[in-house]
């Protein structure tokens, strides 16, 4: 019986791992909605008048809670008997389920920065994205990407026109 619980704490342990590696997405590129793929983008030209460093918060797409549910039960299923073993699975599901939320949450955090910018038109406006290498100082030359859905991206650089 001791053994088959060390299993099944392994199989949770290890699963979890997983979800949380599996949902961390820390790339060097850029990440676009996908609706914008194909859209067109109104690009404007600007300097950086200020840049401050925001935390974006995490998701919730309920996959942490769902993973930690069932990891619960499993959990919960190796411990007692009867219904002592059912109230058990029913516990180690909602505390599961609420410890995935809260992790899944933890690791979509991202910094980010926003970037305060006068478009050479005159206009000033603010975006917030993910930080990005190398990060936007006041001053710099940068591009702005803007769909019709409202959606905006900040680059290096300006493109002349």
Same mark, same amino acid.
């Given at each position: 019986?001791?053994?088959?619980?060390?299993?099944?704490?392994?199989?949770?342990?290890?699963?979890?791992?997983?979800?949380?590696?599996?949902? %961390? =997405?820390?790339?060097?590129?850029? /990440?676009?909605?996908?609706?914008?793929? *194909?859209?067109?983008?109104? &690009?404007?030209? !600007? #300097?950086?008048?200020?840049?401050?460093?925001?935390?974006?918060?995490?998701? %919730? =797409?309920?996959?942490?809670?769902? /993973?930690?549910?069932?990891?619960?039960? *499993?959990?919960?299923?190796? &411990?007692?008997? !009867? #219904?002592?073993?059912?109230?058990?699975?029913?516990?180690?599901?909602?505390?599961?389920?609420?410890?995935?939320?809260?992790?899944?949450?933890?690791?979509?955090?991202?910094?980010?920065?926003? &970037?305060?910018?006068?478009?050479?038109?005159?206009?000033?406006?603010?975006?917030?994205?993910?930080?990005?290498?190398?990060?936007?100082?006041?001053?710099?030359?940068?591009?702005?990407?803007?769909?019709?859905?409202?959606?905006?991206?900040?680059?290096?650089?300006?493109?002349?026109?």
């Amino acid at each position: 019986m001791k053994f088959k619980k060390i299993c099944v704490l392994t199989f949770a342990i290890s699963a979890t791992g997983i979800l949380l590696v599996g949902c %961390s =997405s820390r790339g060097s590129k850029p /990440t676009v909605p996908h609706g914008s793929v *194909g859209a067109s983008h109104r &690009i404007e030209n !600007g #300097t950086v008048v200020s840049v401050q460093t925001v935390r974006i918060e995490g998701n %919730s =797409s309920y996959v942490g809670h769902r /993973t930690g549910t069932l990891l619960g039960a *499993g959990v919960g299923q190796t &411990i007692g008997s !009867g #219904t002592g073993r059912a109230a058990a699975s029913l516990g180690g599901a909602a505390v599961g389920g609420l410890v995935g939320l809260v992790a899944e949450e933890a690791v979509t955090k991202k910094d980010g920065q926003e &970037i305060t910018i006068e478009l050479d038109r005159g206009r000033l406006i603010a975006i917030v994205q993910e930080k990005v290498e190398p990060t936007f100082r006041p001053g710099d030359r940068v591009t702005v990407l803007e769909t019709p859905s409202g959606y905006s991206m900040v680059r290096h650089g300006s493109t002349e026109m």
